[in-house]
């Protein structure tokens, strides 16, 4: 079954990203700021590099923290589907632009009964939805279920810095709350267009989509605001230039600086509305979390997080319900 009912709603069917990277020939720095200056460094360092051979042992390192996750997520009798790999004809693809297959959030998205495979804005990123197919084959066409792709962007000009209208649509600024839906922009994923796409998309179903303006130094909205359980959130409000969205003003709160945000605190992965998955780089707010009764668990996702996605940008639930 497909459905996705909100983010903290019982897990019972995810998608577990899988962990290979190529760095770009050409580097762009302006698409860079979301990441750690240690992360930036290494892009510069290793144009056109595929990350298993500039570094080897972090690989190995980067599976493991997610085969832990895998762990903990089996633990709590979530069923885990893996993407499969890149082929050497969509590495080739890639070409100077580089490649990846290492965070399954942002491809596509879950809403309700819709699967949408979203349109990404990083040109590294553009055929990440390529190794997800068998899953949508095996396990989305035989469902009751609706499944779309949302339109192919624009093609930009080589020295557009924006790289076009788009629209550009990613799972990691889509949060899901019933028939709520925030969607945010920052400059360096989804845009508004996107976002009209799908509201236009589900406002027959009745859901309501609301646009969420970001810092310009956020990659998505997951960076900025982790929905926990009803009524429970972390949050940056400096992420916010418009503030918080009026619908969740009444939540607790539990704060996180922008700083933080940067190192994805927000980014942790509800599996119901009792268990929190989340780094022990952020004890301190997974001690705040289980103040409120509910079960942390950690796992060490430092590589990962380099990348700069976490838990949520690690797994995109099929069913949440």
Not at 104 to 112: W, Y
Not at 258 to 281: F, K, Q, R
Request: proline fraction near 8%.
């Amino acid at each position: 079954m497909i459905f996705v009912s909100s983010e903290f709603a019982p897990l019972q069917t995810v998608v577990l990203a899988e962990s290979e990277f190529a760095f770009p020939e050409i580097p762009r720095p302006e698409d860079l700021r979301f990441l750690p200056d240690t992360a930036i460094t290494e892009v510069l360092e290793n144009k056109g590099k595929n990350y298993a051979d500039a570094f080897p042992d972090s690989q190995r390192a980067w599976e493991g923290e997610r085969a832990a996750l895998g762990k903990v997520l089996e633990k709590y009798n979530v069923k885990i589907l893996r993407p499969r790999k890149l082929t050497e004809a969509e590495k080739a693809a890639g070409g100077p632009d580089g490649y990846s297959n290492f965070f399954a959030r942002d491809p596509f998205f879950t809403i309700g009964n819709y699967v949408i495979e979203g349109s990404m804005r990083f040109l590294h990123r553009r055929n990440e939805i390529l190794p997800l197919r068998n899953i949508f084959r095996d396990h989305v066409y035989p469902e009751e279920c609706r499944y779309v792709a949302t339109p192919r962007p624009e093609i930009a000009a080589a020295n557009d810095a924006t790289l076009g209208p788009g629209p550009f649509l990613e799972g990691g600024d889509v949060l899901v709350l019933d028939k709520k839906i925030f969607v945010g922009y920052s400059g360096l994923a989804s845009n508004p267009t996107g976002a009209a796409w799908l509201r236009k998309l589900l406002a027959p179903e009745g859901y309501d989509v609301e646009t969420v303006r970001l810092h310009p130094n956020i990659l998505h909205l997951d960076c900025a605001l982790g929905l926990i359980r009803n009524g429970l959130m972390l949050v940056c409000e400096e992420a916010f230039p418009d503030g918080i969205p009026q619908s969740l003003q009444h939540w607790q709160r539990i704060p996180v600086s922008l700083s933080e945000a940067a190192l994805l605190a927000t980014n942790g992965l509800p599996v119901n509305p009792d268990v929190y998955i989340t780094d022990p780089e952020f004890s301190k707010f997974g001690e705040q979390i289980a103040a409120h009764g509910v079960k942390v668990e950690y796992i060490d996702f430092r590589i990962s997080r380099s990348f700069g996605g976490s838990f949520r940008c690690s797994t995109q639930p099929l069913l949440r319900k």
